[in-house]
């Protein structure tokens, strides 16, 4: 197959038929790339829109990122999941300021180094925003590689993923390489999709041996399926009027940095934290456990709500607030709080 045929085919698809009008391509800066490309990782297009444009119109360069505070960045990302994500974008945008005066990087090792920057996120955001020739490979452009050239294997494998990079820099052309990237992008989102291929739309269904052999569901090769382990959780739901107590959780780990109720193995432990604090648990009410999946648990949530008459037991710590329903601050929360947060302020649990 020579890459030659690959390329044009593709650069010809994306004239027609890709997408030229999203938010973070009109006017391209490795600024907005960057951010888009962080939060396209593992959510879907008509997910990041929105978010995307709220971070732009709170935070329209890379200093007025670097300058605000974690707990904005971490509420305005409150339901993208995967907040690492976020946590990497505040220090990154620290790190632009600090060691390039506020001027997004332009070099290849510069824009790598940044914290959450990658070789494909790296690649994309010199490719896409200064039409720099770097190839690409993230999930997209991994299947449809995957399957054109029939490429086995989990692509999470080294060799597999060696593979894939091998033939993703021999395709990507010399001239054009920002809209070749971008197109390739687009074919895997919307033909060359995981489920349900449009196999007979693609520009490279000519070229492509998963179709000639009608195996396309082979390609990529699966993960290994591995079972999820499963935790409990109590989550304490300590509630004054229209105020609810949250502390903040450690800045690394699982949810770093972002508001939770206090959570506990048992209720034993939920109990005892309650003592310690002289709060009577008299009233303490389970309500409706729910579960909430992680990449590498399961973890079952068990709401325990506890109304209180005053809300000064807690406050000598530092990290935690009253979280007020009807006016909430702007502080970042995990999904499962959100939701409970909602269902207390409709009322739906109590």
């Known amino acids: 197959m020579q890459a030659s045929h690959f390329s044009a085919q593709v650069l010809d698809w994306y004239d027609k038929y890709g ?5 973070w391509q009109t006017e391209k800066t490795p600024y907005k790339v960057w ?11 008509t997910t990041v829109i929105p978010y995307f444009e709220r971070f732009m119109a709170r935070f329209p360069t890379v200093t007025d990122l670097a300058n605000a505070p974690l707990d ?4 305005l990302w409150t339901g993208l999941g995967y907040y690492a994500r976020a946590r990497n974008l505040h220090k990154a945008a620290q790190q632009v300021v600090s060691l390039h005066g506020g001027k997004f990087p332009e070099t290849f090792d510069e824009v790598a180094a940044l914290p959450g920057v990658g070789r494909s996120t790296a ?14 490979l993230d999930g997209n452009v991994k299947r449809v590689l995957a399957r054109c050239y029939a490429v086995g294997g989990w692509p ?34 919307m033909v060359c999709t995981r489920s349900k291929p449009k196999c007979e739309l693609c520009p490279l269904n000519n070229l492509c041996v998963a179709y000639a052999n009608h195996s396309w569901a082979q390609y990529p090769g699966k993960k290994p399926k591995q079972t999820l382990p499963e935790r409990t959780g109590y989550f304490l739901l300590m509630q004054h009027e229209e105020t609810v107590y949250l502390a903040q959780r450690p800045p690394s780990g699982l949810w770093g940095g972002l508001f939770c109720f206090p959570q506990f193995e048992d209720e034993e432990s939920l109990r005892d934290w309650l003592a310690q604090r002289g709060i009577p648990a008299d009233t303490l009410v389970q309500l409706t456990a729910f579960r909430h999946t992680f990449s590498h648990f399961h973890l079952d949530i068990v709401p325990m709500w506890l109304p209180v008459s005053s809300f000064t037991a807690c406050m ?3 990290t935690a607030l009253w979280y007020n329903l009807a006016q909430p601050p702007s502080v970042g929360l995990a999904a499962p709080v959100e939701r409970l947060l909602q269902q207390l302020r409709v009322g739906a649990m109590v």
């Open 19 to 23: 997408r030229k009008t999203l938010p």
């Open 35 to 45: 951010l888009s490309e962080v939060m396209l990782q593992q959510t879907q297009v």
């Open 72 to 75: 904005e960045v971490l509420h």
């Open 123 to 136: 690649g994309a955001i010199l490719s896409l925003s200064l039409g720099k020739h770097f190839p690409i």
């Open 156 to 189: 999470g494998k080294k060799e597999v993923e060696k593979r894939l990079w091998e033939i993703s820099e021999a395709v990507t052309p010399a001239n054009g390489v920002e809209r070749f990237n971008q197109a390739m992008m687009d074919l895997g989102a």
């Open 316 to 318: 000598d710590e530092g």
